[in-house]
Protein backbone atom coordinates (compact mmCIF):
# COMPACT_ATOMS: atom_id res chain seq x y z
CA UNK A 1 0.00 0.00 0.00
CA UNK A 2 1.40 3.34 -0.68
CA UNK A 3 1.16 5.64 2.21
CA UNK A 4 0.36 8.77 0.61
CA UNK A 5 -3.43 6.95 -0.32
CA UNK A 6 -3.67 6.90 3.64
CA UNK A 7 -6.72 9.33 5.01
CA UNK A 8 -5.68 11.69 7.47
CA UNK A 9 -7.14 9.97 10.01
CA UNK A 10 -5.47 6.70 9.21
CA UNK A 11 -2.04 8.66 9.08
CA UNK A 12 -2.16 9.82 12.28
CA UNK A 13 -2.80 7.18 13.97
CA UNK A 14 -0.31 4.36 12.00
CA UNK A 15 2.00 7.66 12.87
CA UNK A 16 1.04 7.51 16.84
CA UNK A 17 1.35 3.86 16.28
CA UNK A 18 4.85 3.69 14.87
CA UNK A 19 3.47 1.30 11.99
CA UNK A 20 4.85 3.76 9.10
CA UNK A 21 7.33 6.70 9.70
CA UNK A 22 7.50 10.23 8.42
CA UNK A 23 10.43 9.46 6.31
CA UNK A 24 8.13 6.70 4.77
CA UNK A 25 5.22 8.53 3.93
CA UNK A 26 7.41 11.80 2.86
CA UNK A 27 8.39 9.35 0.60
CA UNK A 28 5.50 8.52 -0.75
CA UNK A 29 4.13 12.03 -1.06
CA UNK A 30 6.88 13.31 -3.01
CA UNK A 31 7.26 10.03 -5.47
CA UNK A 32 3.36 11.11 -6.10
CA UNK A 33 4.55 14.64 -6.65
CA UNK A 34 7.67 13.46 -9.57
CA UNK A 35 4.84 11.37 -11.09
CA UNK A 36 2.00 14.54 -11.29
CA UNK A 37 4.19 17.05 -12.09
CA UNK A 38 2.12 17.79 -15.55
CA UNK A 39 -0.71 18.40 -13.73
CA UNK A 40 0.54 21.81 -12.60
CA UNK A 41 -0.41 21.34 -8.73
CA UNK A 42 1.56 22.61 -6.64
CA UNK A 43 3.38 26.40 -6.80
CA UNK A 44 5.93 26.19 -4.90
CA UNK A 45 7.00 22.77 -2.54
CA UNK A 46 8.92 23.38 0.56
CA UNK A 47 12.18 21.33 0.75
CA UNK A 48 12.84 21.29 4.32
CA UNK A 49 9.25 19.72 5.08
CA UNK A 50 10.71 16.68 6.21
CA UNK A 51 12.96 17.98 8.85
CA UNK A 52 9.95 19.90 9.73
CA UNK A 53 7.71 17.40 10.13
CA UNK A 54 10.42 15.21 12.09
CA UNK A 55 9.90 18.15 14.98
CA UNK A 56 6.12 17.31 15.18
CA UNK A 57 5.76 13.45 15.48
CA UNK A 58 4.70 13.75 18.59
CA UNK A 59 1.96 16.65 18.10
CA UNK A 60 -1.80 16.25 16.98
CA UNK A 61 -1.39 16.39 13.79
CA UNK A 62 1.74 14.23 13.77
CA UNK A 63 3.82 15.78 11.36
CA UNK A 64 1.67 14.97 8.07
CA UNK A 65 1.85 16.90 5.20
CA UNK A 66 -1.07 19.37 4.44
CA UNK A 67 -1.48 21.25 0.87
CA UNK A 68 -1.99 24.76 0.96
CA UNK A 69 -3.91 27.17 -1.39
CA UNK A 70 -1.63 29.83 -2.62
CA UNK A 71 -3.76 32.77 -1.31
CA UNK A 72 -2.27 31.79 2.61
CA UNK A 73 0.28 33.89 3.57
CA UNK A 74 3.16 31.49 4.22
CA UNK A 75 6.52 32.57 6.03
CA UNK A 76 9.38 30.92 3.79
CA UNK A 77 7.15 30.02 1.19
CA UNK A 78 6.34 32.70 -1.18
CA UNK A 79 2.26 33.68 -1.78
CA UNK A 80 1.12 35.01 -5.29
CA UNK A 81 -2.43 34.25 -5.74
CA UNK A 82 -1.38 32.73 -8.50
CA UNK A 83 -0.97 36.51 -10.00
CA UNK A 84 2.28 37.78 -11.51
CA UNK A 85 1.85 41.20 -9.93
CA UNK A 86 3.03 39.45 -6.55
CA UNK A 87 5.07 36.85 -8.31
CA UNK A 88 8.05 36.29 -5.68
CA UNK A 89 6.43 37.91 -2.92
CA UNK A 90 7.57 36.20 0.52
CA UNK A 91 5.21 37.13 3.21
CA UNK A 92 6.29 38.70 6.31
CA UNK A 93 3.59 37.18 8.80
CA UNK A 94 1.44 33.75 8.89
CA UNK A 95 -1.57 33.57 8.40
CA UNK A 96 -3.80 32.34 11.08
CA UNK A 97 -5.01 29.07 9.02
CA UNK A 98 -1.71 28.46 8.88
CA UNK A 99 0.00 29.25 12.04
CA UNK A 100 -2.81 26.85 13.72
CA UNK A 101 -1.86 23.97 11.40
CA UNK A 102 1.64 24.12 11.99
CA UNK A 103 0.47 24.70 16.01
CA UNK A 104 -1.65 21.53 15.54
CA UNK A 105 1.51 19.75 14.41
CA UNK A 106 1.36 19.85 10.40
CA UNK A 107 3.72 21.09 7.69
CA UNK A 108 2.54 23.17 4.75
CA UNK A 109 4.29 20.78 2.60
CA UNK A 110 3.87 23.22 -0.42
CA UNK A 111 1.22 26.32 -1.88
CA UNK A 112 -1.31 25.07 -4.35
CA UNK A 113 -2.13 26.46 -7.88
CA UNK A 114 -5.63 28.98 -8.13
CA UNK A 115 -7.34 31.15 -10.47
CA UNK A 116 -5.73 33.76 -10.03
CA UNK A 117 -7.02 36.05 -6.79
CA UNK A 118 -8.92 33.43 -6.48
CA UNK A 119 -10.88 34.72 -9.65
CA UNK A 120 -12.96 31.63 -11.38
CA UNK A 121 -13.85 28.39 -11.41
CA UNK A 122 -11.79 26.57 -13.57
CA UNK A 123 -7.74 27.08 -12.37
CA UNK A 124 -7.54 28.22 -16.03
CA UNK A 125 -6.80 31.56 -14.99
CA UNK A 126 -3.86 31.53 -12.85
CA UNK A 127 -0.88 33.73 -14.32
CA UNK A 128 1.39 30.62 -13.83
CA UNK A 129 -0.59 27.64 -16.32
CA UNK A 130 -3.63 25.69 -15.44
CA UNK A 131 -3.96 22.68 -13.18
CA UNK A 132 -5.70 19.46 -14.86
CA UNK A 133 -7.96 17.06 -13.22
CA UNK A 134 -6.22 14.13 -11.87
CA UNK A 135 -9.22 11.99 -12.50
CA UNK A 136 -9.03 13.05 -16.58
CA UNK A 137 -6.12 15.12 -17.33
CA UNK A 138 -7.94 16.46 -20.03
CA UNK A 139 -10.28 17.94 -17.73
CA UNK A 140 -10.62 21.07 -15.79
CA UNK A 141 -10.25 20.63 -11.88
CA UNK A 142 -12.67 23.40 -11.40
CA UNK A 143 -11.68 26.51 -8.84
CA UNK A 144 -10.51 28.51 -7.87
CA UNK A 145 -9.04 25.66 -4.82
CA UNK A 146 -8.39 23.64 -8.22
CA UNK A 147 -4.91 22.89 -7.04
CA UNK A 148 -6.23 22.55 -3.53
CA UNK A 149 -8.55 19.65 -4.87
CA UNK A 150 -6.04 18.22 -7.23
CA UNK A 151 -3.33 17.93 -4.70
CA UNK A 152 -5.79 15.30 -2.83
CA UNK A 153 -7.25 13.54 -5.55
CA UNK A 154 -3.37 12.81 -7.11
CA UNK A 155 -2.82 11.73 -3.62
CA UNK A 156 -0.12 14.39 -3.37
CA UNK A 157 -0.63 15.53 -0.09
CA UNK A 158 -2.79 14.01 3.09
CA UNK A 159 -5.32 17.20 3.07
CA UNK A 160 -5.14 19.93 1.63
CA UNK A 161 -6.97 23.70 2.45
CA UNK A 162 -8.84 25.52 0.35
CA UNK A 163 -10.83 28.75 0.11
CA UNK A 164 -14.96 29.54 -1.06
CA UNK A 165 -16.37 32.81 -1.93
CA UNK A 166 -19.11 31.33 -3.88
CA UNK A 167 -18.23 27.42 -4.79
CA UNK A 168 -14.57 27.99 -5.09
CA UNK A 169 -13.93 24.90 -2.23
CA UNK A 170 -17.12 22.32 -3.16
CA UNK A 171 -17.35 22.94 -7.11
CA UNK A 172 -14.24 21.94 -7.18
CA UNK A 173 -13.89 19.12 -4.68
CA UNK A 174 -17.01 17.84 -6.39
CA UNK A 175 -15.26 17.76 -9.96
CA UNK A 176 -12.41 15.62 -8.70
CA UNK A 177 -14.12 13.29 -6.72
CA UNK A 178 -12.89 14.90 -2.91
CA UNK A 179 -14.66 16.15 0.21
CA UNK A 180 -15.00 20.22 0.53
CA UNK A 181 -15.82 21.92 2.91
CA UNK A 182 -16.95 25.33 3.43
CA UNK A 183 -18.18 26.55 6.85
CA UNK A 184 -20.34 29.44 8.44
CA UNK A 185 -18.80 33.06 7.34
CA UNK A 186 -16.78 33.66 10.61
CA UNK A 187 -15.77 30.17 12.04
CA UNK A 188 -12.44 30.59 10.50
CA UNK A 189 -10.55 33.10 10.48
CA UNK A 190 -9.54 35.43 7.13
CA UNK A 191 -6.12 37.01 8.63
CA UNK A 192 -3.62 36.60 6.39
CA UNK A 193 -5.82 35.46 3.23
CA UNK A 194 -5.66 37.43 0.05
CA UNK A 195 -8.69 39.30 0.07
CA UNK A 196 -11.49 38.61 -2.67
CA UNK A 197 -14.65 39.24 -1.30
CA UNK A 198 -14.70 40.23 2.33
CA UNK A 199 -17.95 39.55 3.14
CA UNK A 200 -18.39 36.08 1.59
CA UNK A 201 -14.42 34.94 1.48
CA UNK A 202 -14.19 31.68 3.78
CA UNK A 203 -11.33 28.80 4.39
CA UNK A 204 -11.86 25.64 4.74
CA UNK A 205 -10.55 21.79 4.91
CA UNK A 206 -10.65 19.57 1.65
CA UNK A 207 -10.23 16.40 2.45
CA UNK A 208 -10.47 12.64 0.89
CA UNK A 209 -13.03 11.56 3.82
CA UNK A 210 -15.43 13.60 5.56
CA UNK A 211 -13.82 12.49 8.80
CA UNK A 212 -10.81 14.31 7.64
CA UNK A 213 -12.73 17.75 7.11
CA UNK A 214 -13.89 17.32 10.65
CA UNK A 215 -10.53 16.90 12.07
CA UNK A 216 -9.03 19.90 9.84
CA UNK A 217 -12.22 22.26 11.00
CA UNK A 218 -11.69 20.92 14.94
CA UNK A 219 -7.74 22.79 14.41
CA UNK A 220 -8.29 25.80 12.64
CA UNK A 221 -11.58 27.43 13.61
CA UNK A 222 -12.42 29.58 16.15
CA UNK A 223 -12.50 33.38 17.13
CA UNK A 224 -9.39 35.28 16.37
CA UNK A 225 -8.52 38.83 17.54
CA UNK A 226 -7.03 39.79 14.56
CA UNK A 227 -10.06 38.99 12.51
CA UNK A 228 -13.01 41.24 13.69
CA UNK A 229 -15.14 38.82 11.78
CA UNK A 230 -14.76 35.51 13.33
CA UNK A 231 -17.60 34.53 16.03
CA UNK A 232 -16.32 35.19 19.37
CA UNK A 233 -18.60 31.19 20.10
CA UNK A 234 -17.46 27.98 21.11
CA UNK A 235 -16.01 25.82 18.69
CA UNK A 236 -17.65 21.74 19.07
CA UNK A 237 -15.14 18.93 18.30
CA UNK A 238 -16.97 18.16 14.93
CA UNK A 239 -15.53 14.81 15.27
CA UNK A 240 -17.38 13.31 18.88
CA UNK A 241 -20.72 12.69 17.55
CA UNK A 242 -19.94 12.40 13.50
CA UNK A 243 -21.03 8.53 13.63
CA UNK A 244 -24.49 9.88 15.23
CA UNK A 245 -25.95 9.33 11.96
CA UNK A 246 -28.78 10.96 9.94
CA UNK A 247 -31.68 9.52 11.77
CA UNK A 248 -35.10 12.25 12.59
CA UNK A 249 -33.38 14.68 10.39
CA UNK A 250 -35.44 16.56 8.29
CA UNK A 251 -33.91 16.83 4.73
CA UNK A 252 -35.30 19.34 1.82
CA UNK A 253 -34.18 18.46 -1.77
CA UNK A 254 -33.33 21.67 -3.36
CA UNK A 255 -33.15 23.03 -7.22
CA UNK A 256 -33.86 19.74 -8.92
CA UNK A 257 -36.62 20.52 -11.10
CA UNK A 258 -34.86 24.22 -11.99
CA UNK A 259 -34.36 24.19 -16.22
CA UNK A 260 -31.22 22.45 -17.06
CA UNK A 261 -31.25 20.53 -14.06
CA UNK A 262 -34.49 18.56 -14.12
CA UNK A 263 -34.42 15.10 -15.65
CA UNK A 264 -31.10 14.79 -15.94
CA UNK A 265 -28.48 11.89 -14.39
CA UNK A 266 -27.28 14.96 -11.99
CA UNK A 267 -31.04 15.21 -10.79
CA UNK A 268 -31.37 11.28 -10.56
CA UNK A 269 -28.11 11.14 -8.15
CA UNK A 270 -29.91 13.69 -5.93
CA UNK A 271 -32.79 11.66 -5.78
CA UNK A 272 -31.04 8.41 -5.27
CA UNK A 273 -29.14 10.60 -2.29
CA UNK A 274 -32.79 11.25 -0.82
CA UNK A 275 -33.54 7.67 -0.84
CA UNK A 276 -30.43 7.04 0.88
CA UNK A 277 -31.04 9.46 3.45
CA UNK A 278 -34.58 8.11 3.93
CA UNK A 279 -33.11 4.69 4.38
CA UNK A 280 -30.99 6.05 7.21
CA UNK A 281 -33.83 7.34 8.88
CA UNK A 282 -34.15 11.03 8.54
CA UNK A 283 -37.46 12.70 6.56
CA UNK A 284 -36.36 13.77 3.34
CA UNK A 285 -38.79 15.90 1.25
CA UNK A 286 -38.58 17.94 -2.52
CA UNK A 287 -38.33 21.90 -1.39
CA UNK A 288 -40.48 23.77 -4.10
CA UNK A 289 -38.50 25.78 -6.37
CA UNK A 290 -39.89 29.38 -6.93
CA UNK A 291 -38.99 32.14 -9.79
CA UNK A 292 -39.71 35.03 -8.07
CA UNK A 293 -37.74 36.62 -4.52
CA UNK A 294 -41.13 37.91 -3.61
CA UNK A 295 -41.71 34.09 -2.56
CA UNK A 296 -38.68 34.40 -0.09
CA UNK A 297 -41.09 33.88 3.01
CA UNK A 298 -43.27 31.33 1.47
CA UNK A 299 -43.37 28.10 3.48
CA UNK A 300 -41.49 24.97 2.03
CA UNK A 301 -40.35 27.06 -0.94
CA UNK A 302 -37.01 28.12 -2.08
CA UNK A 303 -35.94 31.12 -4.31
CA UNK A 304 -34.29 29.80 -8.16
CA UNK A 305 -30.46 30.19 -7.82
CA UNK A 306 -30.24 32.02 -11.12
CA UNK A 307 -30.71 35.44 -8.94
CA UNK A 308 -28.55 34.79 -6.86
CA UNK A 309 -25.53 35.44 -10.10
CA UNK A 310 -26.14 38.79 -10.86
CA UNK A 311 -26.08 39.56 -6.92
CA UNK A 312 -22.76 37.83 -6.93
CA UNK A 313 -21.74 39.37 -9.66
CA UNK A 314 -22.00 43.23 -8.41
CA UNK A 315 -21.00 42.44 -4.79
CA UNK A 316 -17.92 40.21 -5.89
CA UNK A 317 -16.83 42.40 -7.93
CA UNK A 318 -17.33 45.76 -6.08
CA UNK A 319 -15.60 43.99 -3.14
CA UNK A 320 -12.60 43.07 -5.93
CA UNK A 321 -12.31 46.63 -6.72
CA UNK A 322 -11.65 47.97 -3.35
CA UNK A 323 -9.77 44.85 -2.26
CA UNK A 324 -7.37 44.91 -5.66
CA UNK A 325 -6.93 48.70 -5.21
CA UNK A 326 -3.93 48.14 -2.77
CA UNK A 327 -1.46 46.30 -5.51
CA UNK A 328 -0.36 49.05 -6.87
CA UNK A 329 3.35 48.40 -7.06
CA UNK A 330 4.65 51.07 -4.41
CA UNK A 331 4.25 48.68 -1.39
CA UNK A 332 5.12 45.24 -2.32
CA UNK A 333 4.68 43.28 -5.40
CA UNK A 334 4.62 44.61 -9.19
CA UNK A 335 2.53 47.22 -10.50
CA UNK A 336 -0.85 46.81 -11.88
CA UNK A 337 -0.13 46.62 -15.70
CA UNK A 338 0.79 42.83 -14.48
CA UNK A 339 -2.83 42.20 -13.60
CA UNK A 340 -4.45 39.99 -15.25
CA UNK A 341 -7.49 40.20 -18.15
CA UNK A 342 -9.91 38.73 -15.57
CA UNK A 343 -8.75 41.00 -12.51
CA UNK A 344 -8.87 44.00 -14.93
CA UNK A 345 -12.56 43.02 -15.70
CA UNK A 346 -13.64 42.49 -12.34
CA UNK A 347 -12.21 45.54 -11.21
CA UNK A 348 -13.61 47.73 -13.63
CA UNK A 349 -17.26 46.27 -13.29
CA UNK A 350 -17.04 46.65 -9.48
CA UNK A 351 -15.73 50.01 -9.59
CA UNK A 352 -19.07 50.75 -12.35
CA UNK A 353 -21.31 49.18 -10.01
CA UNK A 354 -19.34 51.66 -7.10
CA UNK A 355 -19.92 54.87 -9.08
CA UNK A 356 -21.90 57.53 -8.00
CA UNK A 357 -25.24 57.24 -9.64
CA UNK A 358 -25.17 54.25 -10.63
CA UNK A 359 -24.33 52.35 -6.56
CA UNK A 360 -28.04 52.37 -5.70
CA UNK A 361 -29.23 51.33 -9.09
CA UNK A 362 -26.42 47.75 -8.91
CA UNK A 363 -24.84 47.41 -5.66
CA UNK A 364 -27.80 48.84 -3.39
CA UNK A 365 -30.45 46.48 -5.15
CA UNK A 366 -28.22 43.57 -5.11
CA UNK A 367 -27.30 43.90 -1.30
CA UNK A 368 -31.61 43.73 -0.95
CA UNK A 369 -31.64 40.49 -3.02
CA UNK A 370 -29.24 39.46 -0.97
CA UNK A 371 -31.22 39.78 2.19
CA UNK A 372 -34.14 38.04 0.76
CA UNK A 373 -31.95 34.83 0.13
CA UNK A 374 -31.12 34.93 4.13
CA UNK A 375 -34.29 35.17 4.81
CA UNK A 376 -35.58 32.89 2.86
CA UNK A 377 -33.28 29.98 4.18
CA UNK A 378 -34.01 31.49 7.73
CA UNK A 379 -37.58 30.28 6.69
CA UNK A 380 -36.43 27.15 5.27
CA UNK A 381 -34.72 26.12 8.23
CA UNK A 382 -37.01 26.41 10.57
CA UNK A 383 -38.60 23.64 8.38
CA UNK A 384 -35.12 21.65 7.76
CA UNK A 385 -32.19 20.46 9.75
CA UNK A 386 -30.54 20.57 6.00
CA UNK A 387 -30.66 20.69 2.98
CA UNK A 388 -29.55 19.07 0.03
CA UNK A 389 -28.44 20.13 -4.04
CA UNK A 390 -26.27 19.27 -6.47
CA UNK A 391 -22.59 21.24 -5.95
CA UNK A 392 -22.31 21.23 -9.70
CA UNK A 393 -24.57 21.29 -12.30
CA UNK A 394 -22.71 18.76 -14.17
CA UNK A 395 -19.37 16.62 -13.84
CA UNK A 396 -15.39 18.80 -14.41
CA UNK A 397 -15.68 20.08 -18.16
CA UNK A 398 -12.70 19.99 -20.73
CA UNK A 399 -9.81 22.18 -20.51
CA UNK A 400 -10.41 25.09 -22.47
CA UNK A 401 -13.86 25.73 -21.24
CA UNK A 402 -13.80 29.02 -19.49
CA UNK A 403 -12.27 30.73 -22.23
CA UNK A 404 -15.91 30.47 -24.10
CA UNK A 405 -17.87 32.08 -21.53
CA UNK A 406 -17.28 35.52 -19.24
CA UNK A 407 -19.79 34.18 -16.58
CA UNK A 408 -18.54 30.61 -16.31
CA UNK A 409 -17.65 31.14 -12.83
CA UNK A 410 -20.96 31.99 -11.99
CA UNK A 411 -22.70 29.72 -13.69
CA UNK A 412 -20.71 26.33 -12.74
CA UNK A 413 -21.36 27.49 -9.27
CA UNK A 414 -25.04 28.35 -9.41
CA UNK A 415 -26.35 26.09 -7.05
CA UNK A 416 -23.82 27.12 -4.32
CA UNK A 417 -24.16 31.14 -4.65
CA UNK A 418 -27.19 31.41 -2.66
CA UNK A 419 -26.41 29.59 0.37
CA UNK A 420 -22.54 31.63 0.14
CA UNK A 421 -24.38 34.93 -0.45
CA UNK A 422 -26.14 33.91 2.97
CA UNK A 423 -22.97 32.52 4.79
CA UNK A 424 -24.13 29.24 5.44
CA UNK A 425 -21.74 26.03 5.93
CA UNK A 426 -21.89 23.69 3.13
CA UNK A 427 -20.25 20.74 2.16
CA UNK A 428 -19.42 18.78 -0.67
CA UNK A 429 -19.24 14.74 -1.01
CA UNK A 430 -18.93 12.63 -4.17
CA UNK A 431 -22.41 10.99 -5.08
CA UNK A 432 -21.82 9.85 -8.63
CA UNK A 433 -19.16 9.00 -10.94
CA UNK A 434 -19.27 8.66 -14.66
CA UNK A 435 -20.27 5.41 -15.69
CA UNK A 436 -18.48 5.47 -18.87
CA UNK A 437 -15.48 3.68 -19.32
CA UNK A 438 -13.46 6.77 -20.64
CA UNK A 439 -13.78 9.14 -17.66
CA UNK A 440 -13.49 8.82 -13.91
CA UNK A 441 -15.18 11.90 -13.32
CA UNK A 442 -17.41 12.68 -10.29
CA UNK A 443 -20.70 14.23 -8.94
CA UNK A 444 -20.75 16.19 -5.76
CA UNK A 445 -23.70 16.28 -3.20
CA UNK A 446 -23.97 19.62 -1.72
CA UNK A 447 -25.32 19.35 2.25
CA UNK A 448 -25.94 22.76 3.86
CA UNK A 449 -27.06 23.46 7.23
CA UNK A 450 -28.01 26.59 9.20
CA UNK A 451 -25.40 28.88 10.28
CA UNK A 452 -22.95 27.34 13.19
CA UNK A 453 -24.76 23.41 12.35
CA UNK A 454 -21.50 21.92 10.85
CA UNK A 455 -21.76 18.99 13.13
CA UNK A 456 -24.74 18.32 11.96
CA UNK A 457 -23.91 18.54 8.62
CA UNK A 458 -20.55 16.84 9.14
CA UNK A 459 -22.92 13.55 10.98
CA UNK A 460 -25.20 13.39 7.82
CA UNK A 461 -22.10 13.49 5.31
CA UNK A 462 -20.18 10.68 7.09
CA UNK A 463 -23.74 9.11 7.33
CA UNK A 464 -24.01 9.14 3.62
CA UNK A 465 -20.67 8.45 2.53
CA UNK A 466 -19.91 5.42 4.59
CA UNK A 467 -23.65 4.04 3.32
CA UNK A 468 -22.61 4.59 -0.42
CA UNK A 469 -19.92 3.61 -2.88
CA UNK A 470 -18.87 6.92 -4.44
CA UNK A 471 -15.86 7.90 -2.03
CA UNK A 472 -12.65 6.15 -3.69
CA UNK A 473 -10.75 5.91 -0.59
CA UNK A 474 -13.19 4.38 1.35
CA UNK A 475 -12.88 0.25 0.62
CA UNK A 476 -16.33 -1.13 1.39
Given at each position: ?33 EKNKDLNVYLKVDEDAVKK ?334 LISLSSPGVALPIGASAES ?71
Open positions: MKLNTLTLAQAIEKLKKKEISLSELYSDIQLAMAHKKENEMLAGVPIAVKDNFLTVGLPTTAASNVLKGFMPPYESTVTKKIQDAGGVVIGKTNMDAWAHGSSTETSDFGLTKNPRDPKRLPGGSSGGSAAAVAANMCIAAIGSETAGSIRQPAAWCGVVGLKPTYGRISRTGVVAMGSSLDCPGPMGKTVEDCALLLNVIAGKDIYDATTADIPVPDFTKNLKKGAKGMRIGICYMNYPGIVGTPMAEAVTRAGKIFESLGAVVDQVSLSMSVSDHFKSNTIIAPNYAIGVYTIVQRAEVSSNLARYDGIRYGNDRSFLGEEAKRRIMLGTFALSKGYADKYYLRAQQIRSLYIQNFRELFKQYDLPMFGELQDLLLEPSSLAGLPGISVPCFRDPSAETDLYLGLNIMANHWQEEKMLQAAYAFEQNTEWNSWIKK
